[in-house]
């Protein structure tokens, strides 16, 4: 009997069919709440979703190309080059980059260098006190040449052992200050950046349509007075990003110039441009200051009329400045509204499950209330409401 009277159970759950039943409550309390929850769900749908997330519109990630032009002369006096003219071929280094552009700002510098035999610089591995600590042949990745396995004077003080390499060699000190390319702050860079949305088949660059070639030599970029202009000064790049250019330009360090493009292609296309942000990349944490800013070497050869190969050699600091695009474009699309449309109504129905569930669990009249919801019918009438 009990296993018969478990099929039945089963087999009745198995063929039951439930199907809503409206029941109205007045009260007060229970239509405020389902009132107010349903204006919180409307407003999300219109004001977040709708207005401020555009969910009306399709959306595409931009493409973009990068080009830089550097403009600016310096003048220098050191005791190694005398006085000089620095151009655009000389503190550009390389000409070109993908986005990018460095500018020479500071130097130590080595004129005169040949390839001959002196001692190494003092380290606690260079150091010596007889040739059998200096090893022929050895290359120390750290160290300056190939030695010879002699050791010698280095000063009155100091021996170290002798290497072949280009003597003599590079200068242990440090970059002078003020930097000498001081007047670098006063270059300017032309940033042309052309960018497409392909899912909308649009193209546009910063050069706008009403920037014309009259007006381009003369602007430069100002937030209040020329937003448009694409010529920026690099003094302004690094005051805009809360530094100081010549303190920056003694180590060098990394800038970073960020291009924006957020388009609502619904507007007109002349509401599509650029809004430019500056900041520092490079780390400038006193406490972790280890190896700070931006430095490289690289030399300058020459031949003597003896044919003796010559060159002078630049510890070149400097700041790199990298131009990073980002940006998005919406359009209106019958689908993402359609789905947005549908997740609104879905939650506009999800409150009533709330309500119900705050009607039939909190409320002083629950049991009532559950009586009146609930209904079990079979095929030979109305059965009482608590069967089942």
């Not at 095929?379 to 608590?386: A, I, K, P, Q, V």
Request: charged share 25%; net charge positive; hydrophobic share 35%.
């Amino acid at each position: 009997m009990s296993e018969k009277g478990c099929c039945d159970s089963v087999g009745q759950c198995f063929f039951d069919y439930y199907t809503s039943k409206i029941l109205v409550i007045r009260s007060k309390k229970v239509g405020t709440l389902n009132r107010f929850t349903q204006a919180l769900v409307i407003a999300y749908v219109i004001g977040y979703v709708c207005v401020l997330k555009k969910g009306y519109q399709d959306t595409d990630t931009v493409l973009s190309s990068v080009t830089t032009k550097v403009k600016g002369i310096a003048l220098t006096n050191t005791t190694e080059l005398g006085e000089r003219i620095w151009d655009v071929a000389d503190y550009i280094i390389p000409p070109q980059e993908d986005g990018s552009f460095f500018v020479l700002t500071n130097m130590i510098i080595t004129p005169n260098q040949t390839q001959s035999k002196c001692a190494e610089n003092p380290t606690p591995a260079s150091k010596c006190t007889s040739h059998r600590d200096c090893k022929r042949g050895f290359n120390d990745a750290r160290g300056d040449g190939v030695r010879t396995g002699r050791c010698v004077n280095y000063n009155i003080t100091t021996k170290t052992c002798e290497v072949l390499s280009w003597c003599p060699l590079e200068k242990i000190v440090e970059p002078p200050n003020p930097p000498l390319l001081a007047d670098a702050e006063n270059f300017t860079v032309l940033i042309k950046n052309n960018i497409r949305y392909p899912k909308f088949n649009f193209n546009k660059r910063n050069i706008l349509p009403n920037i014309n070639s009259s007006y381009l030599t003369q602007c430069v970029f100002s937030r209040k007075t020329d937003s448009d202009c694409p010529i920026f000064r690099l003094k302004d790049i690094v005051r805009e990003a809360d530094e100081d250019f010549q303190t920056m330009a003694v180590h060098g360090g990394v800038m970073g110039v960020q291009i924006r493009w957020d388009c609502d292609l619904d507007m007109p296309q002349s509401w599509c441009i650029p809004r430019y942000t500056f900041r520092r990349l490079d780390n400038k944490d006193p406490e972790n200051n280890v190896a700070p800013g931006y430095n490289f070497r690289f030399a300058k050869y020459y031949k003597n009329t003896d044919g003796t190969e010559t060159r002078t050699l630049i510890k070149g600091y400097g700041i790199r400045f990298d131009v990073m695009v980002f940006g998005q474009a919406g359009k209106f699309n019958v689908v993402p509204t359609l789905l947005n449309i549908g997740a609104g109504l879905a939650l506009l129905g999800l409150v009533n499950v709330i309500c119900d569930w705050i009607v039939l669990t909190f409320m002083k009249r629950k049991q009532h209330y559950r009586e009146q919801k609930y209904t079990y019918v079979d095929d030979f009438g109305l059965l009482s409401n608590e069967e089942g």
